[in-house]
């Protein structure tokens, strides 16, 4: 049933009066509708309360759609965010594309398997709809490789639904092939693994060594699907070294295990990229620390996991990544202590001797966008501290540090002397530059150290009111 823009533009406007969990129970009502049959705009409702389901924390207990459970094999593989196609991971915006082109494709026969298992899950739940969904995943899976034979590949569907997404399409396919295997492992493995236990990597060997001998080109999907569920991901080199029984970088990169450890360079490579793109002027704090935090996690896990050789080929790729982290993060830093210190403004108290004692100069306004900068920086600088050995710039950082605190430590300790002494023209300027030293101090030295600061500030300001009164 069409639905036009004004109805469309009432149902949002409903949409914003009502609780995530009212949300959730609407697309139950609906889905179950359209498993039914039922003749509601089924996807124009769905889209309209997409956003709101996102906020609902009991969004799992949403009515399944067939689609839904057909997909379900691969969603351990799904990201919302990649820069590039990688093998074993599929963007979530491939599916509507690929799934459209898929049902076209199948038709009726297509069209019947649906129906079964909506149907069965209509009759008896979706825990009890497998061997439909293994039915369907027997048809879907030969079509996706006719039109896609592997990653690569320049066919048909490449060019008609776009490569990457064709990619997506192959690792699809490859995932229903071993669709009853995953279930199994997902029901065994809870989604966050929170660490990968002996016992655990048992228990995945013997379906890889299963797949290995049934389904040779979906072996390396059995990894992909445990590193999707992983809560430290760089965890999946254990497994990669039990599974491929071999003890180092460069023997596990020649198997089908070594495809995860390929997935966590680029992952490595890609956090070096993202830093790169920063322009210098226009750095945003939480994104270069996410990037750092990421790679010096994923870079220290792997190397702990599995021996890495320096003349190994993952060696060399995770060398040349730290080295490219180091340059990214001098160019990031490289002018920290200039912009950090033009914020920290200081004058000689006699313009006659160059010995003479140099003070806060609280004459002027704080620049509010060179402030801002310095805070970034100090963010920065103050963040990426635990994880500079890993990403190789911990002596630049430290240099780039012991500047700025020198610079901030003076600072502050003259700032008390001009605060008692300040004159009513200068408060709010000084105000401002007292709250702007504290902050850096928070960011750099500590909360105990900034807590000093602040209320040696106050005692300050105090004494000098009771001088004034007096």
């Keep these: 049933m069409p639905i ?9 406007e409903f949409l914003k009066t009502v609780t995530p969990a009212t949300a959730v129970r609407l697309a139950q009502a609906v889905e179950l ?3 039914r049959g039922g003749a509601l705009p089924h996807a124009t409702i769905l889209s309209a309360l997409r956003p709101h389901l996102r906020r609902a924390s009991d969004f799992a207990t949403r009515m399944p759609t067939a689609q839904r459970i057909v997909c379900g094999c691969f969603e351990d593989l799904l990201v919302d965010r990649r820069s590039r196609k990688q093998r074993g991971r599929i963007a979530r915006s491939s599916i509507t594309p690929v799934w459209a082109w898929l049902v076209r494709e199948l038709g009726d026969a297509g069209a019947r398997a649906l129906d079964a298992i909506s149907a069965k899950m209509l009759k008896s ?17 030969p079509v996706i490789l006719a039109a896609m034979p592997d990653a690569a590949s320049d066919a048909g569907l490449a060019r008609m ?3 990457d997404v064709a990619a997506d399409a192959h690792d699809m396919a490859r995932m229903m092939q071993i669709g009853e295997e995953i279930r199994d492992l997902q029901a065994r493995l809870p989604r966050p693994i929170g660490s990968l236990e002996e016992e655990d990597i048992w228990t995945i060997r013997g379906y890889w060594e299963q797949v290995i001998e049934q389904k040779p080109d979906c072996a390396p999907y059995v990894a992909f699907f ?7 991901p760089w965890e999946i080199m254990r497994l990669a070294g039990a599974l491929s029984r071999r003890l180092d970088d460069i023997l596990v990169s020649r198997t089908d295990a070594g495809h995860v450890g390929e997935l966590l360079l680029s992952d490595i490579e890609d956090c070096v990229a993202r830093l790169a793109a920063m322009r210098v002027d226009q750095t945003v704090a939480a994104e270069v620390l996410e990037a750092v935090e990421s790679f010096a996690q994923i870079s220290t896990g792997i190397v702990r996991e599995l021996g890495i050789k320096r003349d190994g080929a993952w060696g060399k790729r995770l060398m040349a990544a730290r080295s490219a982290m180091s ?27 160059l010995h003479a004692r140099r003070t806060p100069d609280m004459s002027k306004r704080l620049d509010p966008q060179k402030a801002e900068r310095a805070i970034v920086l100090a963010t920065i600088i103050g963040g990426a501290k635990p994880h500079a050995m890993a990403g190789a710039f911990a002596g630049f950082l430290t240099e780039v540090e012991e500047k700025t605190v020198e610079t901030l430590r003076h600072y502050t300790e003259e700032m008390f002397d001009e605060l008692r002494t300040a004159d009513e023209g200068t408060t709010a300027q000084a105000t401002a530059y007292v709250s702007h030293a504290i902050e850096l101090s928070r960011l750099i030295l500590g909360k105990e150290e900034a807590e000093l600061i602040r209320r040696r500030a106050a005692a300050a300001v105090a004494a000098h009111g009771e001088t004034a009164a007096a």
């Design 125 to 141: 739940g979706p825990d009890f709809a497998g061997a439909e969904i293994d039915a369907f995943h027997a048809l879907a899976a």
């Design 226 to 232: 445990v590193l999707g569920r992983l809560q430290r």
């Design 161 to 163: 639904i776009g490569r």
């Design 327 to 353: 340059e990214q993060m001098e160019r990031l830093l490289g002018r920290a202590v200039r912009d950090i210190t033009a914020t920290l403004p200081m004058s000689r108290r006699s313009s006659f001797s």
């Design 33 to 35: 509708d359209r498993l």
């Design 4 to 12: 036009d823009a004004l109805r469309i533009g009432k149902l949002d």
